[in-house]
């Protein structure tokens, strides 16, 4: 039997089509909550993004764009409630309700030394601190997902120009905490290191629970 392709799919959940709707959960949410996690650094606010993005999908079926692809759609999903919380809780920490999002959200990586993990990951979350969130989603899409000028100005909407100059003011931050460290020679390396950051695996029946709750499903 053919997979179902993603507008199929998405025309059964434009009927309330739950079962559809669970086949596009499992075929993006990896996608969803890799790229929110590497914008956010923080696997609680990785969790609310995922949610939202999902129930958005559920309960704003007719607003999907057939002219975008359904990753292009949900990463656009993505890179927006991503955006909005970084915002709140730059907010949250002005008014010191909230303290630092980074110290409990360690990714986990196969085969790396602990502490090379810990201290890479430490100099890539100050250096988001750092960023704006249009940065934060711009680095997360160019160099961690390795996507082209293109796809990521069809996912933000923005210009190549805008693209490269949010890009290069990230990597300057991005080498910047590399140089206090003395390794800005290893910005290619530590890239592919960037690259292999995942969010611990993804409890699918804790988000699935969570958004069909949300969904009122």
Not at 33 to 59: A, H, Q
Not at 114 to 126: H, I, P, Q, S
Not at 167 to 174: G, I, M, N
Not at 186 to 197: A, C, I, M, N, S
């Amino acid at each position: 039997m053919h997979e179902r392709s993603d507008i199929a799919l998405m025309k059964e959940v434009s009927y309330g089509n739950v079962e559809a709707f669970a086949l596009l959960m499992d075929r993006y949410t990896e996608l969803v909550s890799r790229t929110s996690f590497r914008i956010l650094c923080d696997r609680e606010g990785s969790e609310y993004v995922t949610v939202k993005v999902f129930v958005s999908l559920w309960n704003d079926v007719s607003e999907y764009d057939d002219r975008f692809s359904m990753s292009e759609w949900l990463l656009r999903k993505t890179c927006l409630y991503s955006r909005i919380r970084i915002t709140r809780r730059r907010i949250l920490r002005i008014f010191g309700v909230t303290t630092d999002v980074f110290v409990n959200a360690s990714p986990v990586v196969e085969d790396q030394d602990d502490y090379v993990t810990k201290k890479a990951w430490e100099l890539f979350c100050r250096a988001v601190s750092h960023m704006t969130p249009l940065q934060s989603v711009v680095y997360a899409l160019c160099c961690l997902e390795c996507m082209d000028d293109d796809v990521v100005a069809k996912i933000t909407g923005l210009s190549r120009s805008r693209i490269h100059i949010a890009l290069r003011r990230a990597e300057d931050k991005v080498c910047y905490e590399l140089d206090r460290f003395n390794k800005s020679s290893d910005y290619e390396r530590y890239k592919g290191f960037l690259r292999k950051v995942a969010e611990s695996l993804t409890d699918r029946s804790k988000l699935r629970k969570e958004i069909f709750a949300q969904a009122g499903i």
